[in-house]
């Protein structure tokens, strides 16, 4: 087969396709290296260069002192003349150089020889070592002989070299003495030249440093080979940065523990430099003459000192020649910025270092992706999703399941590890995550775990918030055993909230069916900040909506629920509640059994639990039969008031504390009371409690004397009515409470006239009963019309064909419309969950209604039912692109607003509900929670049962106009909906590595959990709890401010410095400050803002030094406060309320000041509770807040009593403590246990022994004089009491009837006799040996020490407090013989020493011993500080002391024998 | 409802640039017509429908320019398209389309029919696109190589055809085939003719390679999960006409037996053909029987069904039209019956108390009729094959045969009478 040379294929048209395709690859391979050289994070990291390199050089002129420019030159003189004095001092030497030269050639050659020989020295003395011990092994011979011989030659050797090294080691020291003492000027001038030195550095260090940083980022031309194509495919400059996080792994559903790779930094690039903020980056554009002008200067500085040869550390050729700018877009500085919590993020010393954390450890998205739109950036609202568009191409990415949080959600992520969600609430008040705490209080207050699970907890490991409800029966109901039991289980730890509505089991006292039907029609019709939700009248069951045959049903519904929780409470209130027969009924089938001994294990079991059962649910006694007070006791109900008499109502009810937790429009309107005088007008906004304006029309529901009497009994005791009402026992007579209720009764509420709900015809409820029966267990399709006839005969419904529970066993017999609406109410209840918030008969063991939400955060999509919501939020809203105003975010932008009759509705999340996206459906859901059944043919029972809440109840402002406050209502709206999608969003589920769940320390954690149970009892809406944390820039006018008030008390004992409220516990030295304190009730004007300190702060900024104490009044320009929302002080609103009601009631005692404070005022409402941890001793608020009694006579109310389990106290205790403890640590706390030293003899001793030296002999015996008459007396006293106790003895023998009695009895009678007779000798003798004794050995002090309390002269504290049997004339203070028991010793000590330093206002107790001045010696000597500390032990062992002869008998050397 | 560009310019000067490219090849073909054909006629009407493709380009650069994505395809006549497609309508179609083409094809074998076809759909393509859930489903950087695939298999089949009917004709008036003519020797170099072209072919396709992943970046799809399988779970696209049979036949068929049979049958081709011509030129009138199995085991059960598992298959493997919207929530009637069910409710039985041995024999003895029964019945009809081939070659095609129409029998079957398993034993994980 010879090949022939004829080709197949043209060979020239092939050597031409072949070199098209050899170029075709060629310019493939090239494209290839170019796309991989335009990567976008490479785009980026190439602008970055050049941002940074202006960004440094805006540094480097940032720090050139341009302004001290004269003292820079004249330290740069210094230096330069220090160096030529230098120069001229080696000139001036006395030796020429070669001297130098040959001296130091001699130096190290008699260095060399030194370690030489010194070799030779170490080494011939291990080899004389050796040869001894050769030498003494050997046997003796001529071997030991020779061997004893080296060793003798060594030691010769040995010393010779000794003698040689001295020798050597004097010459060097002689070579550096002559060397030294020639150069001793040149040395002294070198130090001058240091010196010099320093003081320039110091001057130009930050600028030196910045110089050299903006030379190193300058790119140099390796940087830039490096980084051309091609080549930056090998050793590029451009790099990808990546964080590994083998432990916060994402969870991507089944391959668990996939590490985090965060690439983010890779373009963010500028995150963790401080230096790089929004504001600076955004300002890089503009290179403004002077600037160019000052670092040319800048520069021109730099090289001139290169010049002269100044060791810079760094070329300042390197600095660019001109200052560059560079224009960013406002993404771009997105891009580039750090990140605005440096403090709290990223930073390497911040909570959350970026090495640790990672970036969508918390924002989520795609770590690993180095691309805008595959690392899933999410839009935080339209407008910005549409120039991302443009800009970046971006779009929405389906398939990464966890895309970047938007901005408004990161919050959110907060949930991962703060689990507590208190905990994100730091030193008291700075909210860190307010958006997901306003969430969190939203859901808590709204009662959303009523329906929906919030666990908190996976097989016993903490993943989320635990937010479940209470066991039922609560804790504080069962016994020891059985709490022990249900706290035991570690996977199932009992919940702790209790349901938000009220218990319906008394319903039927309360209020009339009609006015339930109404109610439940529409809960803001009746009340327009219920948090009730709406059930009615929604997307799936108003009339509009409702075809034909179904517009009656929900009528029909409304009816039936309200018949039966009526039917039930009447049978409740009788003792016949189904649950109770139903008990009773089953105790009696076990108890007969058991008397049959046919019982087996599991019904023995049963036994107890029904016993248990009935033990528990106690019988009601109806509010007709009896009224009781708070402690229990039946009172006879107070006649009703008339007109005028009524109005003394409205007092109570707004000085009583009321309002803290209720509001009522009647009292924002000024009034008066029965005898005219003015009542002022209190607008309160307290959401806690319902709003009472319309509960006239509600109580009793028509019928005037029942509503009374179950009003009264609900103020006197809300427990008899509901026991886990978080309504406390207020403490009023029922004198007091039959005005409050007379007053809340006699209050209009004619506004309020629905029409009554249309009652259904009998058909209507046959309907809908068919619904349910149709769907019944065990009820065949067949019967339900027969049953509809005539109901379920009788043996129809025994079992096995019908359970006996079942609720079909109310259809029973012949059937009537009242057993439809029964049947119907139930069913319809049990659909709606209505017991998830109250407490209704026969849903004891009902289980919650909704979708559990512990992982709903992370909830699959796909598996979220969306339907056609997306084409309701079409027609019926109207979509607005932005909700908040760009420019001002706290307004509503413009286009949000009704438009048609339309609300606004955010495109943000009508996009996200187009997209099927998670927090849109949660967006609509709990806008509009029914409309996923819009146009959906679905059965009535079958329907969406969510109902619609309202989170945030604006009201309208002063002078604003309908459609803004609409269009600012439905903001502040979308804000609480977001707040609680935000908390929503949080629930993942995702157990983190247990170190990176946040575990507080003791102190902390204790704050953690007792801010929930302030919470929990509104303890904030009386009291101030924590202070403010203002952030204040300190800017020339804020530090003239604080140096205006930087100055010392005359009571500011330094000895107290440990204590923060005279020490600031660290110094500010930086441009903000941050200031602890409250601001005062008014503001003085616009532009300042007023703060009481509740710590000291110090600033020392080099040209200003201060300190100002707590308790002053710092005021300070408004603009420089920052964060004003954030860092707002907890608790204290009615405090502020009732501060200018009390001022128009009574202007001469609570005269307010020109900030709106008042002293009088301010003690006359609910006490601070700010320091309250170190003022109490932990036991005694535990029994107090457990039964509070009265103690400060000057308040107008008293401190109700809560129904708190002992948990909740024990933790507001702690709280109290740990706060106060971590917070003042100078103080050295200690609970729950207290060491009160005053209780120890010993302690008197030393006190005593102390304070007798200091008298001296003279005054002792002086006293040691006037003692004697109370000797006598307690002597006296002593007898009295010895013959009384004879008598009685002596009677007792008398009765004796047995013997051995008796004999006991004359045994005591003999010893009686014995001690009056050993009295009797003393009296007799006027010895009093043991008294003076036991005076010098431990009560002298005491003695004295008490006086002071009790001086009459000198009024310190009679004059206010009660004292024993003093009681003075206008008694302030609480009385003092209780103070051992409640306060805390130090507390007292600093209290009396200056009691403004401790407190949130002006006390209106003074300041009674003063620093600078010593008096009343007469009665205590000693300074005034000893007299504080004395005085606060008297008061610490205040029983004790009280007994002691000297102050029972008061020897006074004057004054005080009141 | 999906996608950002609802109105974007970018989708319009996307189309008028496929519009431009079908310009161009009109252009190319008509050019051809005129100076190398030198047919006026022709090169006039692809001129004139290279005009048409004209104006649509300067429609969409219009519309692009002015910030618009330009006029689509009218909705009533994709929902009338939509109404129409369905599996068994696309199927039939394919049967349809593919026995006319082998009746029809000295038609449609001729350049200017397939040239027509071919703009036709161009045409098609161009307007379909305008649609945005036939768009966001041909654009998915996944399913670019279908249409590859579509008009690659296309044009082959086209080629072989049109050059079997030359042949065919050509042999009929006793002409040797066109294969021979071309070259006066059959054999050629290894250098150059083999070597360097497929040195240049190595070439091209290494820089088509580099183009491709450097345009269609590998698309991001969701992480792997056990917990989630994506919706619609697809495998990769050449494997999707085997995932269709999955919806007749239970994996350990559909997955291991029928492909076991296809790689088989495969190696058994040479073996099995008896038929010597054909050899070395294309022909269709010498190879009727081999050329018509083949191209309905290909093109209608391997790339038709790759095409129909591509883009008309999605959520819960439901049949999309091709303008309909995946909507995950729609539900079909699937509600499919075994064969004992059917057989013993005719008389009168439950089948669900039976068990399984006597409950399924009909379908045993169906399936085991169709295997054993139906060979020996075969030879009897098909004589001249059975005698040319031998008994086991003859069998081993039947034999193969059988397996390959046990698709479009099960189709059938489910399709007209909601046939599910013709033999069901769930018990021993055993259904046909």
Request: with cysteine; aromatic share 10%; proline share 6%.
């Amino acid at each position: 087969m010879a090949a022939t040379d004829k080709h197949y294929r043209s060979q020239k048209a092939l050597d031409v396709v072949f070199g098209v395709s050899c170029v075709l690859l060629l310019v493939t391979t090239f494209w290839m290296l170019y796309d991989d050289h335009v990567k976008p994070y490479k785009e980026v990291q190439r602008d970055f260069r050049d941002v940074e390199a202006a960004l440094y050089q805006r540094v480097l002129l940032d720090k050139y002192p341009a302004e001290k420019m004269d003292d820079v030159t004249a330290a740069r003189q210094a230096v330069a003349d220090a160096r030529k004095t230098l120069d001229e001092a080696k000139a001036k030497l006395s030796q020429p150089e070669a001297w130098f030269k040959q001296k130091g050639l001699e130096k190290a050659r008699l260095e060399a020889e030194y370690q030489d020989k010194k070799a030779n020295f170490d080494s011939f003395g291990s080899l004389l070592n050796i040869a001894i011990d050769d030498r003494d092994a050997a046997a003796p011979g001529p071997k030991k002989d020779s061997l004893a011989k080296e060793a003798e030659k060594r030691k010769t050797e040995i010393a010779a070299l000794d003698v040689e090294l001295q020798g050597l080691q004097k010459k060097i020291a002689e070579n550096e003495y002559a060397t030294a003492s020639v150069l001793a000027d040149q040395k002294k001038a070198e130090e001058d030249v240091g010196r010099a030195e320093d003081a320039f550095k110091k001057l130009t260090n930050e600028f030196d440093r910045a110089a050299k940083t903006a030379a190193q980022k300058r790119w140099k031309f390796g940087d830039w080979f490096r980084s051309l194509p091609i080549i930056d495919g090998f050793a590029s400059a451009y790099r990808i940065q990546q964080v590994t996080l083998n432990d916060l792994t994402i969870d991507y559903g089944g391959f668990k523990d996939v590490p985090r790779y965060d690439r983010c930094t890779t373009c963010h690039l500028g995150i963790d430099r401080p230096s790089f903020d929004a504001a600076s980056l955004a300002k890089l554009g503009d290179t403004p003459d002077e600037a160019k002008t000052k670092y040319k200067d800048a520069v021109a500085f730099l090289k001139d000192r290169a010049k002269n040869k100044e060791a810079l550390g760094f070329d300042p050729d390197d600095l660019p020649g001109d200052l560059r700018g560079a224009k960013l877009s406002s993404s771009q500085v997105k891009e580039y910025c750090a990140h605005p919590r440096l403090d709290l993020f990223v930073d390497a010393n911040s909570a959350h270092p970026v090495e640790k954390f990672g970036c969508t450890t918390c924002h989520a998205g795609q770590g690993s992706a180095t691309e805008f739109v595959l690392a899933t950036h999410t839009p935080n609202d339209a407008a910005q999703a549409r120039t991302w568009t443009k800009e970046k191409g971006w779009r929405s990415l389906h398939d990464w399941e966890f895309p970047m949080l938007p901005n408004r959600f990161v919050e959110s992520s907060c949930l991962k590890c703060h689990h507590q969600v208190t905990d994100l609430v730091r030193s008291g008040s700075k909210e860190e995550a307010p958006k997901l705490l306003k969430g969190y209080n939203l859901v808590r207050e709204n009662g959303c775990f009523g329906c929906h699970e919030i666990a908190g907890t996976k097989g016993g490991r903490s993943i989320g918030p635990d937010m479940r409800l209470e066991p039922s029966p609560a804790l504080e109901q069962l016994t020891p055993d059985e709490r022990a039991k249900v706290l035991s289980d570690p996977t199932n730890p009992p919940g702790t909230l209790r349901k938000v509505g009220p218990s319906l089991r008394r319903l039927a006292e309360k209020t009339s069916e009609e006015w339930t039907r109404k109610w439940i029609e529409s809960p803001r019709g009746f009340r327009p900040d219920t948090r009730m939700p709406h059930f009615y009248n929604l997307s799936t069951n108003s009339p509009d909506v409702l075809p034909e045959e179904q517009k009656n049903l929900p009528a029909a519904e409304m009816h039936a629920i309200a018949f039966y929780l009526f039917a039930e409470s009447r049978d409740y209130l009788k003792g016949a509640d189904k649950y109770r027969l139903a008990n009773e009924a089953r105790l009696k089938e076990l108890e007969d059994k058991q008397k049959n001994n046919t019982t087996s294990e599991k019904e023995r079991k049963e036994l107890i639990e029904v016993q248990r059962r009935l033990e528990l649910a106690v019988k009601p006694t109806p509010l007709s039969q009896r009224v009781v007070d708070g402690d229990g006791k039946p009172v006879t109900l107070p006649a009703a008031a008339n007109d005028k008499a009524v109005l003394a109502g409205r007092r109570l009810f707004t000085e009583k504390g009321c309002l803290a937790c209720h509001s009522h429009r009647a009292t924002e309107k000024a009034g008066t009371d029965g005898d005219g005088k003015e009542i002022a007008a209190v607008v309160g906004e307290a959401h806690f409690g319902p709003n009472l304006s319309r509960i006239a029309a509600k109580i009793g529901g028509g019928n005037k004397d029942a509503g009374r009497r179950w009003l009264v009994q609900w103020i006197l005791n809300p427990n008899v009515h509901f026991p886990r009402t978080r309504m406390p026992i207020t403490h009023l007579t029922p004198e007091e409470a039959g005005l409050v209720a007379d007053w809340l009764l006699s209050q209009d509420a004619k506004d309020w006239n629905p029409d009554d709900v249309p009652a259904p015809t009998v058909d209507t409820l046959k309907d809908l009963a068919r619904v349910y029966l149709k769907k019944a267990p065990g009820v065949s399709p067949l019967e339900v019309d027969g049953v509809l006839e005539k109901g379920f005969a009788d043996e129809r419904t025994r079992a096995p064909l019908m359970a006996p529970d079942a609720d079909e066993q109310a259809l029973k017999g012949d059937l009537t419309p009242e057993k439809l609406k029964y049947y119907i109410g139930k069913k319809s209840i049990s659909r709606l969950g209505c017991f998830g918030c109250h407490e209704i008969p026969g849903f004891e063991f009902a289980k919650p209604v909704g979708t559990p939400l512990n992982d709903w955060g992370k909830k699959d999509p796909a598996r979220l039912a969306f339907e056609d919501a997306a084409a309701f939020v079409k027609d019926t809203y109207h979509v607005a692109e932005l909700r908040d105003d760009p420019k001002d975010p706290t307004k509503p932008a413009k286009e949000w607003e009704a438009k048609e009759g339309k609300r606004p509705y955010e495109k943000f999340f009508a996009d996200s509900l187009g997209h099927h996206q998670r927090d849109g459906f949660l967006h609509q859901k709990l806008m509009e929670p029914r409309s996923y059944d819009y146009h959906r043919e679905v059965k009535w029972d079958d329907r969406l049962r969510m109902p619609q809440f309202r989170f945030v109840h604006a009201k309208a402002r002063a002078g604003e106009s309908e459609e803004d406050f609409k269009a600012r209502e439905e903001k502040e709206e979308a804000e609480g909906r977001e707040a609680v999608m935000t908390f929503v969003l949080g629930l993942v589920a995702e157990p983190v590595a247990a170190k990176y769940v946040n575990n507080p320390a003791p102190d902390r954690a204790a704050e953690i959990k007792g801010r929930q149970v302030l919470d929990k009892f509104n303890c904030a809406g009386c009291h101030q709890v924590r202070a403010g944390l203002y952030d204040v820039k300190l800017t020339a006018d804020a530090l003239e401010a604080i140096q205006k008030r930087s100055k010392k008390d005359p009571a500011d004992f330094d000895i107290l410095r440990a204590h923060n409220s005279w020490g600031a516990t660290t110094t500010q030295t930086g441009e903000k400050a941050t200031l602890h304190g409250f601001p005062t009730a008014k503001q003085a004007g616009e532009e300042t803002y007023s703060l009481a300190l509740t710590e000291a702060l110090r600033v020392d900024r080099g040209d200003t030094q201060a300190e100002v104490r707590a308790g002053n009044i710092v005021t300070v320009p408004r603009e420089a406060v920052e964060n004003l929302d954030v860092t707002r002080p907890y608790g204290g609103t009615f405090a502020e309320l009732l501060l200018p009601y009390l001022a128009r009631k009574n202007a001469t005692i609570y005269n307010l000041d020109a900030l709106g404070e008042s002293d009088q005022g301010r003690a006359a409402g609910p006490p601070p509770l700010v320091r309250e941890g170190e003022r109490v001793q932990p036991d005694w608020l535990f029994r107090f807040l457990k039964e509070p009694h009265k103690i400060r006579p000057l308040t107008v109310l008293r401190m109700p009593r809560f129904n708190l389990s002992d948990e909740d106290a024990q933790a507001l205790v702690n709280y109290f403590a740990g706060a106060d403890r971590s917070s003042n640590p100078g103080i050295g706390l200690t609970y729950p246990y207290l060491n009160v030293p005053q209780r120890e003899e010993a302690y008197w001793r030393e006190r005593t022994k102390q304070y007798v030296d200091r008298l001296g002999k003279d005054k002792v015996e002086a006293r040691l004089k006037a003692m004697r008459p109370a000797w006598e007396r307690t002597l006296k006293d002593q007898l009295a009491e010895a013959e009384r106790q004879l008598e009685s003895a002596k009677s007792r023998v008398a009765s004796a009837k047995e013997d051995a009695v008796r004999q006991t009895a004359m045994t005591l009678e003999a010893e009686t006799k014995k001690t009056v007779d050993a009295l009797k000798a003393r009296v007799d003798k006027g010895d009093y040996e043991a008294y003076r004794h036991s005076y010098l050995e431990s009560e002298a002090y005491a003695t004295d020490a008490f006086r002071l309390l009790t001086d009459a002269s000198s009024q310190k504290c009679l004059k206010c407090h009660r004292v024993g049997n003093n009681i003075p004339d206008q008694e302030q203070g609480p009385p003092l013989e209780s103070v051992f028991e409640r306060r805390r010793p130090d507390w007292v000590q600093r209290w009396v020493a200056l009691p403004q330093r401790l407190l949130t206002y002006r006390s209106v107790m003074p300041q009674n011993f003063s620093n600078d001045k010593t008096e009343l010696q007469n009665l205590f000597e000693g300074d005034s500080f000893e007299q504080i500390s004395a005085l606060r032990d008297v008061l610490m062992n205040y029983p004790k002391v009280s007994e002691l002869p000297g102050v029972r008998y008061g020897a006074a050397p004057a004054g005080g024998n009141k | 409802m999906h996608g950002p560009e609802h109105d974007s310019p970018a989708l319009a000067y996307g189309l008028a640039s496929f519009y431009v490219v079908c310009v161009l090849l009109n252009l190319g073909f008509a050019a051809y017509y005129w100076f190398s054909a030198k047919d006026k006629g022709q090169a006039t009407l692809w001129g004139a429908v290279g005009g048409l493709f004209l104006v649509h380009v300067l429609i969409y650069l219009v519309a692009g320019l002015g910030g618009h994505s330009g006029p689509a395809a009218p909705q009533a006549l994709l929902d009338r398209i939509n109404s129409l497609a369905g599996p068994i309508t696309y199927t039939a179609v394919s049967v349809i389309g593919f026995v006319a083409l082998l009746v029809g094809r000295g038609f449609f074998t001729r350049p200017a029919v397939a040239w027509a076809m071919f703009n036709l759909s161009l045409f098609f393509v161009g307007w379909a696109l305008t649609e945005p859930n036939f768009r966001g489903n041909m654009t998915t950087p996944d399913n670019v190589p279908i249409p590859l695939l579509i008009y690659s298999v296309g044009f082959t089949t086209w080629l072989a055809l049109r050059r079997g009917v030359l042949n065919d004709a050509r042999i009929a008036k006793g002409e040797a085939p066109l294969e021979k003519s071309d070259g006066e020797d059959d054999k050629v170099l290894v250098w150059p003719d083999l070597v360097y072209t497929e040195l240049i072919a190595m070439i091209v396709c290494t820089a088509l390679l580099i183009v491709w992943a450097i345009v269609l970046k590998a698309p991001l799809e969701p992480p792997a999960t056990t917990a989630k399988a994506p919706n619609p779970s697809k495998a990769p696209w050449y494997f999707l006409g085997l995932q269709e049979m999955l919806v007749y036949y239970d994996p350990w068929m559909a997955g291991v037996v029928l492909p076991t049979m296809i790689v088989i049958g495969l190696i058994a081709l040479p073996y099995i053909d008896f038929n010597p011509k054909g050899n070395g030129y294309f022909t269709f009138a010498e190879r009727k029987f081999a050329v018509t199995t083949f191209l309905f085991g290909f093109v209608v059960l391997w790339v038709t069904l790759i095409v129909l598992g591509t883009i008309l298959r999605g959520p819960n493997w439901n049949f999309f039209a091709p303008f309909e919207f995946w909507d995950t929530h729609k539900v079909l009637n699937l509600n499919n019956v075994n064969l004992s069910t059917i057989f013993w409710n005719w008389f009168g039985r439950d089948a669900k108390v039976m068990p399984w041995y006597t409950r399924e024999i009909p379908g045993i003895l169906v399936v085991l009729g169709y295997l054993f029964a139906l060979p020996p019945l075969m030879a009897k009809l098909m004589r001249g094959f059975f005698i040319k081939m031998g008994f086991i070659r003859f069998f081993l095609l039947v034999n193969l045969l059988q397996f390959m129409a046990a698709l479009p029998i099960k189709m059938i079957l489910r399709w007209t009478i909601n046939l599910k398993y013709i033999v069901y034993i769930p018990e021993y994980f055993f259904n046909i």
